[in-house]
């Protein structure tokens, strides 16, 4: 079974609002692991696990929301790939306004 017939069963078994409740856990869940990330890397306020082991967890984290996402993009259209490209347009003019934010010249 591929990766893209796992998402069409799992989307046709739990609907949009069980997907965005997951989608919601799993952000959490992932700014947790980020926000300990930052107590380790300051080391003001110390935590049981270790740099690595956090990594590993941020890791996990991202992949449990990217999962979501792009089960959430399902939901959003029978033609996932025509939202896939509109949400990379808006990537790229997002990525342009945070690089003149950081006044980075591209070239």
């Not at 893209?4 to 799992?10: F, G, S, V």
């Not at 808006?90 to 690089?99: A, E, G, N, P, V």
């Amino acid at each position: 079974m591929t990766y893209e017939d796992k998402l069409k069963k799992i989307f046709n078994t739990i609907k949009i609002e069980a997907i965005l409740e997951q989608l919601i856990e799993e952000l959490g869940e992932l700014v947790q692991a980020s926000a300990k990330h930052l107590r380790i890397m300051r080391g003001t306020n110390p935590t049981p696990i270790t740099y690595s082991e956090n990594i590993e967890n941020i890791q996990e984290e991202i992949a449990d929301v990217q999962i979501c996402i792009e089960l959430a993009i399902q939901a959003m259209s029978y033609d996932s790939i025509e939202i896939e490209k509109k949400i990379d347009f808006i990537k790229q003019r997002k990525l342009s306004r945070w690089l003149d934010r950081l006044e980075i010249k591209v070239e």
